[in-house]
């Protein structure tokens, strides 16, 4: 790719402090590669069913949602958090469709962005979202959960301490 053209390209989807949705889970993985790998790869395409992989072959699971959304204007109430949490029917590795019923990942990392001052708001900061990190298992069965029920589940912790807790899950 021409170097202007990838210049231009980051520069719409990223110089601004709210990210829209599209785009903001990709940005959250990124900054999780830096705090979980090498331990960690970072394997998320297209239609994969997971995030990341450790060398266990266990699979983690990025889910985040933000108070903000880069389309508020004023009257918009801040979001309060919901995730997809839904099993599935199908998992895919590449271009491979597996039927699997359930959940692909053996845990989830749910990353929430609680910042509603307009000013200060910047999803591109690491220091301003919350990681909760919950074992598939401990999830309920149901499609979504809000960010209440998941810290009502588990605490949540800054970046620097997701491998910690992350180990201290799969323990």
Same mark, same amino acid.
């Given at each position: 790719?021409?170097?202007?053209?990838?210049?231009?390209?980051?520069?719409?989807?990223?110089?601004?402090?709210?990210?829209?949705?599209?785009? +903001? =889970?990709?940005?959250?993985? #990124?900054?999780?590669?830096?705090?979980? %790998?090498?331990?960690? *790869?970072?394997?998320? !395409?297209?239609?994969?069913?997971?995030?990341?992989?450790?060398?266990?072959?266990?699979?983690?699971?990025?889910?985040?949602?933000?108070?903000?959304?880069?389309?508020?204007?004023?009257?918009?109430?801040?979001? +309060? =958090?919901?995730?997809?949490? #839904?099993?599935?029917?199908?998992?895919? %590795?590449?271009?491979? *469709?597996?039927?699997? !019923?359930?959940?692909?990942?053996?845990?989830?990392?749910?990353?929430?962005?609680?910042?509603?001052?307009?000013?200060?708001?910047?999803?591109?900061?690491?220091?301003?979202?919350?990681?909760?990190?919950?074992?598939?298992?401990?999830?309920?069965?149901?499609?979504?959960?809000?960010?209440?029920?998941?810290?009502?589940?588990?605490?949540?912790?800054?970046?620097?301490?997701?491998?910690?807790?992350?180990?201290?899950?799969?323990?």
């Amino acid at each position: 790719m021409d170097a202007e053209l990838k210049s231009r390209l980051m520069s719409a989807l990223f110089d601004k402090p709210l990210v829209t949705n599209t785009f +903001r =889970g990709t940005l959250v993985e #990124a900054m999780l590669t830096q705090v979980l %790998e090498p331990e960690w *790869r970072w394997c998320s !395409a297209d239609w994969a069913s997971h995030d990341f992989e450790n060398g266990d072959g266990v699979r983690l699971e990025v889910k985040q949602s933000a108070a903000l959304q880069s389309w508020y204007g004023d009257g918009f109430p801040p979001n +309060r =958090g919901r995730f997809d949490i #839904a099993a599935r029917k199908v998992r895919w %590795e590449g271009k491979c *469709r597996i039927e699997q !019923a359930g959940r692909v990942a053996s845990i989830y990392i749910f990353a929430w962005h609680p910042v509603t001052d307009v000013d200060r708001a910047d999803n591109r900061e690491p220091k301003q979202w919350q990681f909760h990190i919950v074992r598939s298992d401990a999830l309920p069965p149901q499609k979504t959960i809000t960010h209440s029920k998941l810290s009502a589940i588990v605490e949540a912790v800054g970046i620097e301490e997701v491998p910690a807790k992350l180990r201290q899950a799969l323990s």
